[in-house]
């Protein structure tokens, strides 16, 4: 009798064993740096970005627009108004953007709305009418904190040799069709860049692109199938999203959808449905501080470990909660 338990045991414990080896480990969580580490250092610097190296980013985000000399830069906006000293430097070169003009402009019934009460229009400094040397003129860092005094915007190319080894890359496509407009193709520069820098399947380095813009992404699906890609997606864009066939019909030319997360807590069946399509599902943005929970630590925690998320952007990389 206690020979027949004994071996029921070991049959048992070898049937596990089996199983366990047979099962594939959790895939880890990714902590993406939003702008680099932009809660304690000026977005899309050298401080941010070497910062969210040292707070272990699994990888490192980078905006991208294009100087008029062609380079891509590291920068959020369009404009430079926002995040530098520009209306000092250059207080004659804004540019009245008509509505409608990429994401810098006011939308058509603001604009109207402005018109109608009198109010001048806007003045804003477009990345994209300024040399890369003029733009190095610029402070990106005072306005931050003055510590950070004397910071400049970073080329795509000084952000890659910062990270290099130490992150993987996430650069945005920012606005393509503004640039379209313009005649410059951001998908076809960066493309060359990750090419010439050797970031096509690079496991030392490992790159995901992300845009807004389908087609961009599409695009870049035909060009660089190696490379992931991920759309992004605001919460008004929701519906692009809220069926299994929507979902499976994107994943024919990206690799992960990043929807805002009040996104899927209007549509909790987000996250299964996209991993049913064999899309990757990454949520933005996590901030300490603007964050509802008591720390923004368990607020990452939620969407990851109970919602079942796959990554993250946060301004806080110290506070991703590995598990």
């Known amino acids: 009798m206690i020979k027949g338990i004994v071996v029921l045991f070991a049959a048992a414990a070898a049937a596990l064993a089996t199983a366990a080896a047979q099962t594939p480990p959790a895939a880890k969580k990714a902590l993406i740096a939003h702008r680099g580490a932009s809660a304690y250092a000026p977005e899309h610097t050298i401080a941010s970005y070497t910062l969210a190296t040292v707070q272990k980013a699994d990888f490192v985000e980078q905006d991208l627009a294009v100087t008029s000399d062609g380079v891509l830069v590291c920068i959020h906006d369009l404009t430079l108004e926002r995040t530098t000293n ?21 939308p058509p019934a603001a604009a109207a709305a402005a018109a ?20 190095k003129r610029l402070d990106a860092g ?13 080329t795509f190319q000084e952000a890659i040799d910062l990270v290099r080894g130490k992150a993987g890359l996430y650069p945005e496509l920012k606005d393509p069709e503004f640039y379209r407009r313009r005649g410059i193709r951001t998908d076809v520069l960066l493309a060359a860049m990750l090419r010439k820098n050797g970031l096509v399947a690079n496991p030392k380095t490992p790159v995901i692109i992300q845009s807004f813009d389908d087609a961009a992404l599409r695009q870049l699906a035909r060009d660089l ?70 720390s923004v630590r368990e607020e990452m925690e939620k969407y990851l470990y109970t919602l079942g998320v796959d990554a993250v952007f946060t301004d806080n990389p110290d506070q991703f909660p590995r598990r």
């Open 225 to 294: 199938p190696q490379v992931p890609r991920v759309f992004l997606v605001e919460p008004r864009d929701a519906a692009r999203l809220d069926t299994p066939e929507k979902l499976k019909e994107i994943a024919g030319w990206a690799s992960g959808v990043a929807p805002n997360k009040a996104i899927v807590d209007t549509m909790p069946g987000l996250v299964k449905q996209a991993h049913d399509a064999g899309l990757t599902v990454t949520l933005w943005t996590f901030r300490a501080s603007t964050t509802t929970f008591p």
């Open 86 to 106: 520009v209306a000092e430097v250059f207080p004659d070169r804004y540019s009245r953007a008509a509505p409608g003009e990429g994401r810098a402009a006011a």
């Open 116 to 135: 109608s009460a009198g109010a001048a229009p806007a003045r804003r400094w477009l990345v994209n009418d300024f040399t890369l040397a003029e733009l």
């Open 142 to 154: 005072t306005g931050f904190d003055p510590k950070f005094a004397g910071a400049r915007i970073p």
